[in-house]
Nanobody, 128 residues
Framework: DVQLVESGGGSVQAGGSLRLSCAFHGVSDTKYSMAWVRQAPGKERECVALVDSGDTTRYAASVTGRFTVSKDITKNVLYLEMNSLKPEDTAMYFC???????????????????????WGQGTQVTVS
């Protein structure tokens, strides 16, 4: 089974930075897409950054220029570097994986992952 374990969340002041990590194991195919999805209280899940199975990265408009997603396949870790953090970035951040999905958009990822994907337990990010 796929296992995803997030870490790196915490509390930070506006304008600060955090780096989230997602260690993943048990992936049974070389073609997979991964994403960072956040959910604020009372709001729907939002995909903010992804790396698709062709290693193309895509970002939500709300984080473009501030967040950077990367993947280290030698360590099996997905990262999210978050800079210039804003209070509206406060949310639980989840790591998610779906097999295949080359070309998937950030808008489509949550639905795909909800139906067919794998999720971590989340890590809280609070910006004040």
């Amino acid at each position: 089974d796929v296992q995803l374990v997030e870490s790196g969340g915490g509390s930070v002041q506006a304008g600060g930075s955090l780096r989230l990590s997602c260690a993943f194991h048990g992936v049974s195919d070389t073609k997979y897409s991964m994403a960072w999805v956040r959910q604020a209280p009372g709001k729907e899940r939002e995909c903010v950054a992804l790396v698709d199975s062709g290693d193309t990265t895509r970002y939500a408009a709300s984080v473009t220029g501030r967040f950077t997603v990367s993947k280290d396949i030698t360590k099996n870790v997905l990262y999210l570097e978050m800079n210039s953090l804003k209070p509206e970035d406060t949310a639980m951040y989840f790591c998610s994986l779906v097999y295949g999905a080359r070309g998937i958009t950030v808008a489509a990822f949550v639905a795909r992952a909800t139906a067919f994907g794998h999720w971590g337990q989340g890590t809280q990010v609070t910006v004040s």
